[in-house]
Nanobody, 119 residues
Framework: VHLVESGGGLVQAGESLRLSCAAS????????MGWYRQVPGKQRELVATITSGGTTNYSDSVKGRFAISRDNAKNTVYLQMNSLKPEDTAVYYC??????????????WGQGTQVTVSS
């Protein structure tokens, strides 16, 4: 599975951005997908996830401001980010999970896209 993110950039506080992540390869085996973010010196943290059936989960820090969605026909997951804050500044990574019969869960990651929010 190959994941390619797009949509990052530099915005001012209060503005919006939409991230996209297109999956290719063994997309029929993908279960949950999600977005994580990381700042230098800190661990990667969960932002939002969505199951193949559409069930979503958000971190408390983005709940009510961000929305994750998914188009299974296009093998694409989106992250709509509204009311952005400087503390949302990070590299955002797309994630896809496949549960293999033998090895179990395996996580695939995109290359990351930078989101910078200025105050």
């Amino acid at each position: 599975v190959h994941l390619v993110e797009s949509g990052g950039g530099l915005v001012q506080a209060g503005e919006s951005l939409r991230l996209s992540c297109a999956a290719s390869g063994r997309t029929d085996s993908i279960g949950a997908m999600g977005w994580y973010r990381q700042v230098p010196g800190k661990q990667r943290e969960l932002v939002a996830t969505i199951t193949s059936g559409g069930t979503t989960n958000y971190s408390d820090s983005v709940k009510g401001r961000f929305a994750i969605s998914r188009d299974n026909a296009k093998n694409t997951v989106y992250l709509q980010m509204n009311s952005l804050k400087p503390e949302d500044t990070a590299v955002y990574y797309c994630n896809a999970v496949i549960k293999y019969r033998v090895v179990g869960r395996f996580d695939y990651w995109g290359q990351g896209t930078q989101v910078t929010v200025s105050s």
